[in-house]
């Protein structure tokens, strides 16, 4: 292998591990909780369709990259082409449409008791699986044009509106696709960050004020259930923060490459990697701040502490 491709072989390589082992931790405890308890909260079934997607993206995207960079080389054919970009794409798209869901929820959940928002808390809570149904129609649809028009990559000419992704191409044939395309990609992105960025605004505006009245507030049951809230809403605020930053650079790159008529694969993995990087990252984030998942975690360790005494002991 290259040592120059090292570091970008190393990257991935981290990503996929860390991805891999994280996402597949929330989804495999949801399940066990939705199995035992018979009902799953509705922000961690939201959280569980993140992880899912997550790890899509992940197989998707990231595998290939870090097989590329080892100097693996013609791996995928055209069908198979197909299938990656189309499942990287759909579920890139779920990415942001479920964290956007996640905010907006949260801000609902946070919000005063008035009979509006009970109608919309009521709404949300019951139909959480609807709107993911919904995102997910929507994307399949969107993102059938890359179903249909990817290819691997071989040594032919392509024309100038072509995406090179590792294996594969997609080649949009004329500037008008090639635009169309491009823009509504952004708008989308754009569309369901101003939701997100108006749904954690408001989430931050009820923090701040609700931090200044806990002073004067002694410790009750009540309390405790609100103080729960606002540890999700602070989650909350952490991943859409983390999403921001990351696609925020994913997009930013998209949109120089408009300006280029021909995109080199290096700029394409870098602007993939910040792409990726939230499907890797966002189960940190996910994990140390709720409850559920850091309980079984503990308990994890208390176990294996305990085990290893015990076998001391017998040893002994």
């Given at each position: 292998m290259d040592l120059q491709l090292l570091p970008k072989a190393l990257g991935f390589l981290i990503l996929l591990?860390?991805?891999v082992?994280?996402?597949v931790f929330i989804i495999i405890r949801f399940s066990y909780i939705r199995i035992s308890e018979k009902k799953?909260?509705?922000i961690n079934l939201i959280l569980t369709v993140l992880a899912l997607v997550n790890v899509l993206v992940i197989i998707s995207r990231v595998i290939p990259q870090s097989l590329s960079a080892l100097g693996v080389e013609n791996l995928l054919g055209d069908t198979a082409c197909k299938l990656v970009i189309f499942t990287y794409n759909v579920n890139r798209a779920m990415s942001i449409c479920v964290t956007s869901l996640l905010s907006?929820?949260?801000c609902v959940i946070i919000a005063p008791k008035t009979n509006v928002w009970i109608y919309f808390k009521?709404?949300?809570t019951q139909n959480a699986s609807r709107f993911i149904l919904f995102f997910w129609v929507i994307n399949l649809s969107m993102y059938s044009y890359f179903f249909l028009n990817a290819s691997a990559r071989r040594n032919q000419t392509t024309s100038p509106y072509?995406?090179?992704l590792v294996y594969c191409d997609v080649d949009f044939l004329n500037y008008i696709l090639y635009i169309v395309n491009g823009t509504c990609h952004v708008l989308r992105d754009f569309i369901f960050v101003v939701f997100m960025a108006m749904a954690s605004g408001y989430i931050v505006f009820t923090l701040i004020r609700h931090e200044r009245s806990v002073r004067c507030i002694r410790r009750s049951d009540m309390f405790h259930s609100t103080s729960v809230e606002y540890r999700a809403s602070k989650a909350v605020i952490m991943l859409v923060v983390l999403y921001?930053?990351?696609?925020g650079m994913d997009n930013a790159m998209w949109i120089y490459i408009f300006t280029l008529s021909d995109v080199s694969t290096s700029m394409n993995e870098v602007r993939i990697f910040f792409a990726s990087s939230y499907s890797s990252l966002s189960p940190i984030v996910i994990i140390i701040t709720n409850t559920k998942l850091k309980q079984n975690l503990l308990s994890y360790k208390r176990n294996k502490i305990l085990c290893?005494?015990?076998w001391k002991d017998y040893g002994n």
């Open positions: 591990i860390i991805g082992t994280g996402n799953l909260q509705p907006c929820y949260q009521h709404r949300i072509s995406l090179h921001v930053l990351l696609y290893s005494v015990h």
